[in-house]
C-alpha cells in the first residue's frame, strides 16, 4: 500500500504543470482600486491585491487606524512574460508625478503616489525610471518617493477587486475623481489601456 501511495505521488508530480515563476512588485499610486484595475488586465500579472504598505503601524485596515500608510497594491507576476521595468511603465502611466498632496481628487498622506523596490536591482530600475520621467518632464518637480520595501497588509475584502464587484460605482468614482482625464493631459493618449494591447 505504502508503495502504491508513492508510486502515485511520483506519477502525479510528473504530469502536473510546472508552476511558472513568479515575483511580487508594490506600487502606491493613490486609490488602490483604480491601481488594482490597471495592473490585473496585464499579460504577465496572475494577482493583484490592494492594500497599505510603508507605515510602522501593524495590521492597518481602511475601515480603522491605517495611519502612516500608503495605499497600495502589491502586484504578483510572471518575469518571463512582463519585466519590473514594464511594471514600472505602467505604473508612472497611470500616475501623476507631479502631485505632492495626494492622488487625482484623493488627497491626504496614504494617496501619494511611490515605490516600493525589493532588491538593488528593482531600486536601480526605479531610480532610472524616475530620472527618464524627470527628464522627460524638464522643469517640473517629481514628487513620487522611491522607499525601502516594507510589510505589505491586505485590506478588508471589501476592497479586494473593488472594480469588479462594483463597476458601476467604481467607474462612477473614477470619471468624477478625474483621474483618466489627468492622466490624458500628463501621458496623451499612451496610459495603460495602450500597454495591455
Not at 493618449?189 to 494591447?197: A, C, D, F, P, R
Amino acid at each position: 500500500m505504502r508503495y502504491h501511495n508513492l508510486l502515485l505521488i511520483v506519477l502525479f508530480s510528473l504530469t502536473s504543470p510546472v508552476m511558472a515563476d513568479s515575483a511580487t512588485a508594490i506600487f502606491a499610486g493613490g486609490c488602490f482600486w483604480c491601481m488594482e484595475s490597471d495592473y490585473e488586465a496585464q499579460p504577465g500579472v496572475t494577482a493583484v491585491a490592494s492594500g497599505f504598505t510603508g507605515g510602522t503601524l501593524e495590521n492597518p485596515t481602511y475601515a480603522g487606524n491605517h495611519q502612516g500608510h500608503f495605499e497600495a497594491i502589491e502586484v504578483t507576476y510572471d518575469p518571463a512574460v512582463v519585466s519590473y521595468s514594464e511594471l514600472l511603465e505602467i505604473f508612472w502611466q497611470n500616475i501623476d508625478p507631479f502631485d505632492n498632496q495626494g492622488q487625482f481628487c484623493d488627497k491626504g498622506p496614504s494617496y501619494r503616489s511611490a515605490i516600493f523596490p525589493g532588491s538593488q536591482s528593482e531600486l536601480a530600475l526605479a531610480e532610472r525610471s524616475k530620472l527618464d520621467v524627470a527628464m522627460r518632464f524638464d522643469g517640473q518637480e517629481i514628487y513620487t518617493e522611491i522607499r525601502n520595501r516594507s510589510k505589505f497588509w491586505p485590506v478588508e475584502d471589501y476592497h479586494q477587486n473593488y472594480y469588479l464587484k462594483n463597476p458601476v460605482r467604481y467607474k462612477y468614482y473614477r470619471w468624477n475623481c478625474g483621474r483618466d482625464q489627468r492622466l490624458e493631459q500628463i501621458w496623451g493618449n499612451n496610459t495603460s489601456t495602450e500597454i495591455k494591447n
